[in-house]
C-alpha cells in the first residue's frame, strides 16, 4: 500500500468503483495505488474511472502477455483473449529469424509481445489511427519500425513474399452490434478499431485478398474473429489460395482463423 493511503482511503475507493459498477473494484483499487503518484493524482484517476474511461486509459497501461504495454487516450485497449493469437505466431514462427508484420496494431501490443519472446524477429507494423501509431512507436521502441496509413498501403515494397508470420487484429464486430458493446469500448475506443462492416468481416477480407502477395512461401496470416465468424472467415482465407484452419482456446475464450501460404515445390523435383 501506497504510504499516503491509509485503510480508511482504500476502503473509500473500493466503495466508490463499486457504486460506480466495477465488478473488480478490489483488484482495481490496487492497481491505481500502485501507479498514482500521490494522493491527488490518485484522487483524479479515481474520478476518471467513475467517468467510465477504461481502467487501462486511466493507468496508461495494460498488461498483455506478461508486459506493461503503454495505451493511451483512444487508443484501443489488447484485450486478454488476443495472447492466444500470439501465443500461436509464436509457435509458427519458432526460433528461426523471422519477418513479422502487425496490421491494425493499435498499441503496438501484439508486435511487441511476439518481439519479446523471439528476439530475432524483423518487426513491422501498420495503422491507420494517428494516436494509435504514436503508442505503438513508444511500446515498440528499437524493436521494429510503425508506419501510418492504411493496413499495408504504407508497407515497404521490399516486404512483398519475405513476410513470415502476418498478425491481423482487425476489427470484426458487425456494425449493428457496436452500439451493442460495453459503454468503456463504444465510447472511448475508436470506431475504426472495433467496426467490421455488415457481418463484421469487411476489414478481414481486404487482408485475405492481399495477404497472399506479402507472404513469404510457408508464411501464415493470423486473424482474431469471433467463434460464429469463423467459419465464413475461413472459407474466405481458403478461397484466397491460403490453407486455412481454425484453433481455439476454451480458456480465453478466442478464436483464431490462420492461413498459410503453401510452399511451391521445386522445379524437377521428385516427390519424397
Request: charged share 20%; aromatic share 4%; net charge negative.
Amino acid at each position: 500500500m501506497q504510504e499516503f493511503a491509509s485503510p480508511q482511503t482504500v476502503s473509500s475507493i473500493v466503495t466508490t468503483l463499486r457504486a460506480a459498477g466495477c465488478v473488480f473494484a478490489e483488484d482495481e483499487t490496487e492497481l491505481l495505488l500502485s501507479t498514482a503518484a500521490g494522493p491527488a493524482e490518485l484522487a483524479a484517476m479515481v474520478e476518471r474511472r467513475v467517468a467510465g474511461l477504461p481502467l487501462e486509459h486511466v493507468l496508461g497501461w495494460a498488461e498483455f502477455c506478461g508486459l506493461r504495454v503503454a495505451v493511451d487516450p483512444g487508443v484501443f485497449v489488447p484485450r486478454r483473449r488476443t495472447e492466444f493469437l500470439v501465443r500461436q505466431a509464436v509457435a509458427l514462427a519458432g526460433r528461426k529469424p523471422a519477418v513479422v508484420v502487425d496490421l491494425c496494431c493499435g498499441s503496438g501490443a501484439l508486435g511487441t509481445a511476439l518481439a519479446a519472446a523471439l528476439p530475432n524477429i524483423e518487426l513491422h507494423a501498420t495503422d491507420v489511427e494517428p494516436a494509435a501509431v504514436r503508442c505503438a512507436r513508444r511500446n515498440v521502441g528499437e524493436l521494429g519500425q510503425v508506419y501510418e496509413g492504411d493496413l499495408f498501403e504504407p508497407l515497404p515494397g521490399s516486404l512483398r513474399g519475405r513476410v513470415d508470420v502476418l498478425l491481423a487484429n482487425v476489427p470484426y464486430v458487425p456494425t449493428d452490434d457496436v452500439e451493442l458493446l460495453p459503454a468503456e469500448a463504444r465510447i472511448h475506443e475508436p470506431r475504426v478499431a472495433l467496426d467490421g462492416g455488415g457481418d463484421g468481416l469487411d476489414v478481414m477480407r481486404r487482408v485475405v485478398a492481399a495477404a497472399p502477395d506479402w507472404l513469404a512461401p510457408g508464411g501464415s496470416l493470423l486473424v482474431e474473429t469471433s467463434e460464429r465468424q469463423a467459419g465464413r472467415a475461413a472459407e474466405t482465407v481458403g478461397g484466397s489460395g491460403l490453407r486455412a484452419r481454425v484453433v481455439v482456446s476454451e480458456e480465453l475464450y478466442a478464436t483464431v482463423v490462420i492461413g498459410t501460404r503453401p510452399v511451391q515445390p521445386v522445379a524437377g523435383a521428385r516427390p519424397a
